[in-house]
T-cell receptor
Framework: AQSVTQPDIHITVSEGASLELRCNYSYGATPYLFWYVQSPGQGLQLLLKYFSGDTLVQGIKGFEAEFKRSQSSFNLRKPSVHWSDAAEYFCAVGLNTNAGKSTFGDGTTLTVKP | GAVVSQHPSWVICKSGTSVKIECRSL??????MFWYRQFPKQSLMLMATSNEGSKATYEQGVEKDKFLINHASLTLSTLTVTSAHPEDSSFYIC????????????FGPGTRLTVL
């Protein structure tokens, strides 16, 4: 069975600083990988996804992520964080044979200091 | 495009009553929808997979008689929490897939259920 680990429960960065959120997955085949953002009391919004091809994926709101097969990682990055980026971030891995069924990491809470 | 709505956005009910939550795909047809449960400060736990016109597939440990799922059309799935108790209080989120091959889910905004 697949699994997702987000090692950092909580990260605090200053506004304007760079950000990296870590995600490691365990899956036997090439996974479908996702990053979602969730604001308090709301559903999830897809930031970006990786299915195949270029391992550096660009998403919305200035986010990007890099798939590294050798490290089983899919870390999320942003060069300059804005106060509005404060939220909960979830990494997820989906099965490529079972459309939509995803396993989520426990999430990382991002706090942005002024 | 690919908007999913949920109704209600929040509901408070007395213990022992049943609550129905609707999940609608507004601008696409969804043969498959998913229901998740999220406890405070925790991740999403998949409860069941809802397939249009057939019975839902429940994840291990989820009581199918307590969480009734109906997917009567290509744009609507409902989750009914029967005989709700305080421990059922949670944030329920649905998602829908427009179709293969993207494997991309579109999530609803969630429903906050509080059982008194």
């Amino acid at each position: 069975a697949q699994s997702v680990t987000q090692p950092d429960i909580h990260i605090t960065v200053s506004e304007g600083a760079s950000l990296e959120l870590r995600c490691n997955y365990s899956y036997g085949a090439t996974p479908y990988l996702f990053w979602y953002v969730q604001s308090p009391g709301q559903g999830l919004q897809l930031l970006l996804k990786y299915f195949s091809g270029d391992t550096l994926v660009q998403g919305i709101k200035g986010f990007e992520a890099e798939f590294k097969r050798s490290q089983s990682s899919f870390n999320l990055r942003k060069p300059s964080v804005h106060w509005s980026d404060a939220a909960e971030y979830f990494c997820a891995v989906g099965l490529n044979t079972n459309a939509g069924k995803s396993t989520f990491g426990d999430g990382t809470t991002l706090t942005v200091k002024p | 495009g690919a908007v999913v709505s949920q109704h209600p956005s929040w509901v408070i009910c007395k213990s022992g009553t049943s609550v129905k939550i609707e999940c609608r795909s507004l601008d696409f047809q969804a043969t498959t929808m998913f229901w998740y449960r999220q406890f405070p400060k925790q991740s999403l736990m998949l409860m069941a997979t809802s397939n249009e016109g057939s019975k839902a597939t429940y994840e291990q440990g989820v009581e199918k008689d307590k969480f009734l799922i109906n997917h009567a059309s290509l744009t609507l799935s409902t989750l009914t929490v029967t005989s709700a108790h305080p421990e059922d209080s949670s944030f329920y989120i649905c998602s829908a897939i427009p179709g293969l091959p993207s494997n991309e889910q579109f999530f609803g905004p969630g429903t906050r259920l509080t059982v008194l």
